[in-house]
Protein backbone atom coordinates (compact mmCIF):
# COMPACT_ATOMS: atom_id res chain seq x y z
CA UNK A 1 0.00 0.00 0.00
CA UNK A 2 1.35 3.15 -0.60
CA UNK A 3 2.65 5.57 1.81
CA UNK A 4 0.78 8.46 0.86
CA UNK A 5 -3.38 8.26 0.49
CA UNK A 6 -5.62 10.55 -0.35
CA UNK A 7 -8.80 9.64 1.14
CA UNK A 8 -10.03 6.69 3.66
CA UNK A 9 -11.37 2.74 2.09
CA UNK A 10 -14.87 3.50 2.95
CA UNK A 11 -14.33 -0.24 4.82
CA UNK A 12 -12.14 1.72 6.75
CA UNK A 13 -13.86 5.01 7.01
CA UNK A 14 -16.93 2.87 8.74
CA UNK A 15 -14.19 1.70 11.82
CA UNK A 16 -12.68 4.83 11.80
CA UNK A 17 -16.15 6.22 13.40
CA UNK A 18 -15.35 9.74 15.01
CA UNK A 19 -11.79 10.52 15.38
CA UNK A 20 -9.91 13.33 16.59
CA UNK A 21 -6.54 14.67 14.14
CA UNK A 22 -3.76 16.85 14.18
CA UNK A 23 -2.66 19.20 11.38
CA UNK A 24 1.20 19.44 11.29
CA UNK A 25 3.26 22.14 9.56
CA UNK A 26 6.43 20.17 8.09
CA UNK A 27 8.81 22.72 7.64
CA UNK A 28 8.66 22.96 11.34
CA UNK A 29 7.17 20.32 12.65
CA UNK A 30 4.29 22.49 14.66
CA UNK A 31 0.97 21.21 15.38
CA UNK A 32 -1.38 24.35 14.09
CA UNK A 33 -4.87 22.67 14.34
CA UNK A 34 -6.42 19.96 15.85
CA UNK A 35 -10.14 18.92 15.17
CA UNK A 36 -12.52 16.06 15.24
CA UNK A 37 -14.52 14.35 12.45
CA UNK A 38 -15.42 11.15 10.10
CA UNK A 39 -15.06 9.90 7.39
CA UNK A 40 -12.81 12.09 5.28
CA UNK A 41 -12.92 15.02 6.75
CA UNK A 42 -8.94 15.46 7.59
CA UNK A 43 -8.25 15.19 3.92
CA UNK A 44 -11.18 17.31 3.80
CA UNK A 45 -8.96 20.09 5.44
CA UNK A 46 -5.39 19.44 3.86
CA UNK A 47 -6.92 20.04 0.78
CA UNK A 48 -8.45 23.15 1.60
CA UNK A 49 -11.81 21.16 0.98
CA UNK A 50 -13.35 22.90 4.27
CA UNK A 51 -14.46 26.52 4.86
CA UNK A 52 -12.66 27.49 1.34
CA UNK A 53 -13.73 30.64 1.38
CA UNK A 54 -13.53 31.65 4.89
CA UNK A 55 -9.57 33.59 5.18
CA UNK A 56 -8.87 32.01 8.50
CA UNK A 57 -4.85 31.71 9.79
CA UNK A 58 -5.71 27.99 9.23
CA UNK A 59 -6.44 28.27 5.84
CA UNK A 60 -3.72 30.49 5.10
CA UNK A 61 -0.80 28.18 6.96
CA UNK A 62 -2.23 25.47 4.67
CA UNK A 63 -1.73 27.95 1.61
CA UNK A 64 1.31 28.94 2.82
CA UNK A 65 2.91 25.54 3.32
CA UNK A 66 1.01 24.42 -0.33
CA UNK A 67 3.09 27.59 -2.13
CA UNK A 68 6.19 26.37 -0.32
CA UNK A 69 5.91 23.06 -2.41
CA UNK A 70 5.17 20.33 1.13
CA UNK A 71 1.96 19.02 2.41
CA UNK A 72 0.63 19.30 5.02
CA UNK A 73 1.48 16.25 7.88
CA UNK A 74 -1.43 14.89 10.01
CA UNK A 75 -2.01 12.44 12.94
CA UNK A 76 -4.90 11.20 14.06
CA UNK A 77 -5.08 11.22 17.36
CA UNK A 78 -7.54 9.23 18.43
CA UNK A 79 -10.02 6.99 16.68
CA UNK A 80 -13.08 4.19 17.44
CA UNK A 81 -14.48 6.98 19.50
CA UNK A 82 -18.17 8.44 19.98
CA UNK A 83 -18.51 12.18 19.53
CA UNK A 84 -18.39 13.27 23.14
CA UNK A 85 -15.32 11.31 23.96
CA UNK A 86 -14.15 12.94 20.33
CA UNK A 87 -14.75 16.39 22.01
CA UNK A 88 -13.10 15.72 25.39
CA UNK A 89 -10.07 14.72 23.56
CA UNK A 90 -10.10 17.39 20.93
CA UNK A 91 -10.22 19.97 23.73
CA UNK A 92 -7.69 18.02 25.55
CA UNK A 93 -5.54 18.66 22.98
CA UNK A 94 -6.41 21.96 22.63
CA UNK A 95 -4.92 22.74 25.93
CA UNK A 96 -1.76 20.64 25.13
CA UNK A 97 -0.86 23.01 21.87
CA UNK A 98 -0.94 26.52 22.35
CA UNK A 99 -0.99 28.45 19.59
CA UNK A 100 -3.37 26.56 17.28
CA UNK A 101 -5.51 28.06 14.62
CA UNK A 102 -8.57 26.85 15.93
CA UNK A 103 -11.07 29.81 16.09
CA UNK A 104 -12.83 28.33 18.95
CA UNK A 105 -11.59 26.07 21.25
CA UNK A 106 -12.52 22.70 22.17
CA UNK A 107 -15.83 21.53 23.78
CA UNK A 108 -15.83 22.45 27.38
CA UNK A 109 -12.43 24.18 27.59
CA UNK A 110 -14.26 27.31 28.61
CA UNK A 111 -14.68 25.93 31.65
CA UNK A 112 -13.00 22.59 32.31
CA UNK A 113 -9.68 23.52 30.16
CA UNK A 114 -6.14 23.80 32.12
CA UNK A 115 -6.41 26.02 34.98
CA UNK A 116 -3.57 26.17 37.88
CA UNK A 117 -5.03 24.66 41.33
CA UNK A 118 -5.54 27.91 42.91
CA UNK A 119 -7.63 28.85 39.70
CA UNK A 120 -9.88 25.71 40.36
CA UNK A 121 -9.93 26.25 44.27
CA UNK A 122 -11.00 30.50 43.88
CA UNK A 123 -13.51 29.12 41.21
CA UNK A 124 -15.18 26.71 42.90
CA UNK A 125 -14.92 28.20 46.00
CA UNK A 126 -16.69 31.31 45.15
CA UNK A 127 -20.13 32.68 45.59
CA UNK A 128 -22.54 31.92 42.45
CA UNK A 129 -23.89 34.97 40.80
CA UNK A 130 -27.88 36.02 41.12
CA UNK A 131 -28.74 37.43 38.45
CA UNK A 132 -31.29 40.25 39.16
CA UNK A 133 -29.97 42.08 35.89
CA UNK A 134 -30.60 40.80 31.89
CA UNK A 135 -27.52 39.48 31.50
CA UNK A 136 -25.81 38.56 28.56
CA UNK A 137 -22.75 36.21 29.44
CA UNK A 138 -19.80 36.30 27.20
CA UNK A 139 -16.89 33.90 27.53
CA UNK A 140 -13.76 35.42 26.92
CA UNK A 141 -11.24 32.35 27.55
CA UNK A 142 -9.37 32.27 24.21
CA UNK A 143 -8.83 36.24 23.73
CA UNK A 144 -8.65 37.83 26.55
CA UNK A 145 -4.83 38.09 26.76
CA UNK A 146 -4.85 39.71 23.44
CA UNK A 147 -6.55 42.59 24.19
CA UNK A 148 -7.85 44.88 27.26
CA UNK A 149 -10.74 43.55 28.10
CA UNK A 150 -13.48 45.45 27.35
CA UNK A 151 -12.01 44.68 23.35
CA UNK A 152 -12.17 41.22 24.11
CA UNK A 153 -15.37 41.24 25.45
CA UNK A 154 -17.34 43.61 22.54
CA UNK A 155 -16.37 41.84 19.21
CA UNK A 156 -17.32 39.65 17.26
CA UNK A 157 -20.15 37.16 18.11
CA UNK A 158 -22.81 35.48 16.51
CA UNK A 159 -25.48 36.49 18.08
CA UNK A 160 -29.17 37.85 17.67
CA UNK A 161 -28.96 41.62 17.33
CA UNK A 162 -32.61 42.22 18.34
CA UNK A 163 -31.64 39.64 21.70
CA UNK A 164 -28.57 41.14 22.58
CA UNK A 165 -30.31 44.78 22.99
CA UNK A 166 -32.49 43.18 25.64
CA UNK A 167 -29.27 42.83 27.64
CA UNK A 168 -29.05 45.39 30.25
CA UNK A 169 -25.63 44.55 31.19
CA UNK A 170 -23.22 42.26 29.58
CA UNK A 171 -20.38 40.03 31.99
CA UNK A 172 -17.29 38.55 30.80
CA UNK A 173 -16.42 35.68 31.98
CA UNK A 174 -13.18 33.49 32.39
CA UNK A 175 -12.89 29.67 32.80
CA UNK A 176 -16.33 30.13 35.02
CA UNK A 177 -15.54 33.66 36.73
CA UNK A 178 -17.25 37.02 36.39
CA UNK A 179 -14.01 39.31 35.68
CA UNK A 180 -15.83 42.19 33.63
CA UNK A 181 -19.22 44.52 33.77
CA UNK A 182 -20.36 46.76 30.80
CA UNK A 183 -23.01 48.14 29.16
CA UNK A 184 -23.63 48.35 25.52
CA UNK A 185 -24.45 51.77 23.93
CA UNK A 186 -24.94 50.17 20.33
CA UNK A 187 -24.83 46.82 18.79
CA UNK A 188 -23.49 46.68 15.56
CA UNK A 189 -22.15 44.48 12.63
CA UNK A 190 -18.65 43.30 12.99
CA UNK A 191 -17.50 45.64 10.37
CA UNK A 192 -13.99 47.46 9.96
CA UNK A 193 -16.36 50.71 9.77
CA UNK A 194 -18.09 49.80 12.36
CA UNK A 195 -15.05 48.88 14.79
CA UNK A 196 -11.75 50.41 13.54
CA UNK A 197 -8.82 48.79 13.03
CA UNK A 198 -10.83 45.21 13.25
CA UNK A 199 -11.19 42.96 10.58
CA UNK A 200 -15.03 42.60 8.85
CA UNK A 201 -16.53 39.44 10.16
CA UNK A 202 -19.53 38.44 8.14
CA UNK A 203 -22.64 36.95 10.33
CA UNK A 204 -21.03 38.58 13.48
CA UNK A 205 -21.96 41.65 15.74
CA UNK A 206 -20.66 43.76 18.55
CA UNK A 207 -21.32 46.40 20.64
CA UNK A 208 -20.28 49.77 22.21
CA UNK A 209 -20.25 50.69 24.92
CA UNK A 210 -18.54 51.65 28.67
CA UNK A 211 -18.06 50.38 32.25
CA UNK A 212 -20.91 49.12 34.20
CA UNK A 213 -21.54 51.14 36.78
CA UNK A 214 -19.74 50.24 40.20
CA UNK A 215 -23.12 49.65 42.07
CA UNK A 216 -23.21 46.07 39.23
CA UNK A 217 -20.20 45.63 39.52
CA UNK A 218 -20.27 44.79 43.22
CA UNK A 219 -22.94 42.22 42.31
CA UNK A 220 -21.27 39.83 40.18
CA UNK A 221 -17.74 40.41 39.70
CA UNK A 222 -15.63 38.11 41.21
CA UNK A 223 -18.95 35.70 41.79
CA UNK A 224 -19.14 31.92 39.68
CA UNK A 225 -21.30 31.47 36.92
CA UNK A 226 -23.81 29.09 38.44
CA UNK A 227 -23.45 25.76 37.12
CA UNK A 228 -27.13 26.09 35.31
CA UNK A 229 -25.19 28.35 32.76
CA UNK A 230 -21.61 26.07 32.57
CA UNK A 231 -23.05 22.36 31.25
CA UNK A 232 -20.06 20.49 29.68
CA UNK A 233 -19.98 20.12 26.37
CA UNK A 234 -21.92 23.85 25.80
CA UNK A 235 -19.65 25.20 22.78
CA UNK A 236 -21.13 28.64 22.34
CA UNK A 237 -19.13 31.44 23.82
CA UNK A 238 -22.56 33.29 24.92
CA UNK A 239 -25.18 32.46 27.07
CA UNK A 240 -28.21 34.37 27.86
CA UNK A 241 -29.80 34.78 31.20
CA UNK A 242 -32.81 35.20 30.53
CA UNK A 243 -35.68 33.50 27.80
Known amino acids: ?11 VAEKLKTYVYRLI ?7 FYVGKGTGNRVFAHIREQVDAGDPTTKLRRIRDIHLAGFEVAHVIHRHGLDD ?3 FEVEAALMDAYPGLTNLTGGLGNAEFGAMHALEIVRRYAAEPAQFQHRALLISVNRSA ?4 LYEATRFAWKISAAKAR ?6 ATLQGMIVGAFVADAWLEATTENFPGRDTVPGRIG ?11 RMYLGKRVPDEYRRPGAANPVKYTWR
Open 84 to 86: QTA
Open 207 to 217: FVGTDAPDEIK
Open 166 to 171: QAEVIL
Open 25 to 31: DPRNGET
Open 1 to 11: MSKEITAFPPE
Open 145 to 148: ADAS
